[in-house]
């Protein structure tokens, strides 16, 4: 994550040798944008940097209907019981279009992430599942991601459901506060769980 321009001479430096991943930047660091937009080329997508101060104030919000929460595998040692990550990333092919990675490629960067992410997943009465979130947690500071919803499943509060679901996990494992990035659709959701607007950034991707 770049922040700002001061990063721009070790980003000039690292950027050759960077074949894949992602890399989320602030728009205060148009510089480092410009850098990443020429040397790399990678497609990005605008996104909403978003902070939630005191994860006290998440309410616990219950699941619409038949819902029921399950964790998601991600790693082979997870346990057994959990949801297919497959099913998940499924999901999450269905609710955003905007993914142009195949599923594969989303299923293996899950799998790339520290252990300190936990995914979750609302599975109906069938087993299938309807939506998902995910969080991190990095002692006092979590970091929100992976929230989707099926599109026939929207408008029922289920998105927001899930997103504080992850939040208290976050809190139960010792975090205080919380940060994600929102599209402009889901921006009202977060803020109605505490969140506030900190900066627009832009997140780019290569070839995982």
């Known amino acids: 994550m770049i922040t700002d321009d001061r990063a721009h001479d070790q980003l000039t430096d690292l950027l050759p040798t960077v074949r894949a991943g992602r890399i989320d930047a602030f728009s205060e660091a148009p510089r480092c944008i410009d850098l990443i937009h020429h040397q790399l080329g990678w497609p990005s997508k605008p996104s909403t940097a978003m902070a939630c101060p005191d994860l006290r104030t998440v309410p616990d919000l219950p699941l619409a209907g038949e819902l029921a929460v399950h964790p998601v595998r991600r790693l082979e040692d997870d346990a057994p019981e959990g949801l297919l990550l497959d099913d998940a990333v499924a999901v999450a092919m269905t609710a955003d279009p905007t993914i142009d990675e195949p599923a594969a490629v989303l299923a293996g960067y899950l799998r790339s992430l520290p252990r300190a992410f936990r995914l979750f997943a609302a599975v109906d009465g069938a087993g299938v599942a309807r939506a998902t979130s995910g969080v991190g947690i990095f002692g006092h500071q979590a970091a929100v991601l992976f929230v989707n919803t099926e599109p026939d499943w929207r408008r029922r509060g289920i998105g927001r459901s899930m997103t504080a679901l992850a939040?208290?996990?976050?809190?139960?494992?010792?975090?205080?506060?919380?940060?994600?990035?929102?599209?402009?659709?889901?921006?009202?959701?977060?803020?109605?769980?505490?969140?506030?607007?900190?900066?627009?950034?832009?997140?780019?991707?290569?070839?995982?």
Do not use: N
């Not at 940060?179 to 506030?196: C, N, P, R, T």
């Open 167 to 208: 939040l208290r996990a976050a809190r139960a494992a010792g975090a205080r506060s919380a940060a994600l990035d929102s599209s402009e659709a889901g921006s009202s959701i977060y803020k109605g769980l505490g969140f506030e607007s900190v900066t627009r950034t832009l997140r780019f991707s290569g070839p995982l």
